[in-house]
Structure formats: structure tokens, C-alpha cells
């Protein structure tokens, strides 16, 4: 299991993705998890922070079927159940992803980040308008997440994209 965390625009996904399509184990691609799925909306970094791990880190660590639910942003509600089968490996991505209970589930954790203004431009290129006005009430849950967290210091690997 890897754990990818970082700020809004930082390279998670796109970090994750690629993982996943160029894993090293033929015929055992694994399963790949947003954060983005679980968030319960524009507020709910710390609600996705703690899903995560009850639904996904703590039975796939356990050696059972991980169990979540979609998070439907149009509706605001969850929607369809999803089921990570034991034993396949997993890539979980999002901001809030990585904590010191989540650390010792999982065989490698990265945390990605960069300036600001690159990860903005970034963020708001991949999502537009519909995000726009958002960017600094997600972002001030990000800084709540690394204050109590710690994530960065926590990563087995950090990335720094320019």
C-alpha cells in the first residue's frame, strides 16, 4: 500500500497514475484511490482524512476486502459502494492522505508539494472555474492537516516540483 499526500496541485495524481500504469508486477495492477471520492465536499478534508482510514487503510492492512463509498459532489451525498479486494495492492492519493496513524499501515508514504503559484496554476488549469473559488478554503484546511499531521515529515520519499 502507498500513501501519496501533498497541497492541492502539488503532482499527486498525476504521481499516482503513472505508479499505477507503470507498476512493476505484471497482471497485478493495483487499485487507485482519490481522496477527491471521499471528501464529503468543500470541507471535508478531515472527514476524507478519516474515511480513508477506516474504509481503505485499516482492512487492506488487515488483510480484508476495503469497503467505500463514493462521495457524489453533484449530489452531495455518497453513492455507489466500492470494494478493494484483499491482497491488491493499493495507491491511496489526497490532500490529508498521510498521518502518523496511517503511517505504520502502509509500505510507502510520499508527500509532493511546490510554490504556491505553480500548484494553483496547476490546480486551476485541471479543474477551471468550478474550483476557483474554493482554492483558499481548501487551502486552509491543507495548512490545519500539516499543522497537526505533520505529513512531510512523516514521507518516506519527497517531491518538490518547481
Request: hydrophobic content about 45%.
Amino acid at each position: 500500500m502507498i500513501l501519496i499526500d501533498g497541497r492541492s496541485g502539488g503532482g499527486k495524481t498525476t504521481l499516482a497514475r503513472r505508479l499505477a500504469d507503470e507498476w512493476p508486477r505484471a497482471g497485478e495492477r493495483p487499485c487507485l484511490v482519490a481522496l477527491d471520492s471521499l471528501y464529503p465536499g468543500w470541507d471535508g478534508l478531515a472527514e476524507g482524512t478519516r474515511l480513508a482510514h477506516e474504509w481503505l487503510l485499516v482492512p487492506h492492512h488487515a488483510g480484508v476486502d476495503a469497503r467505500w463509498r463514493r462521495f457524489d459532489w453533484d449530489l452531495r451525498a455518497f453513492a455507489e459502494a466500492h470494494v478493494v479486494a484483499r491482497g491488491r495492492p493499493l495507491i491511496v492519493e489526497g490532500a490529508g492522505a498521510l498521518t502518523a496513524a496511517a503511517k505504520p499501515l502502509v509500505q510507502v508514504s510520499v508527500w509532493v508539494d511546490g510554490p504556491e503559484a505553480s500548484r494553483r496554476r496547476r490546480a486551476l488549469e485541471r479543474d477551471g472555474d468550478a474550483y476557483a473559488p474554493h482554492w483558499r478554503r481548501w487551502a486552509t484546511q491543507e495548512v490545519v492537516h500539516m499543522a497537526e499531521h505533520r505529513p512531510r515529515e512523516l514521507a518516506d520519499l519527497v517531491f518538490e516540483l518547481p
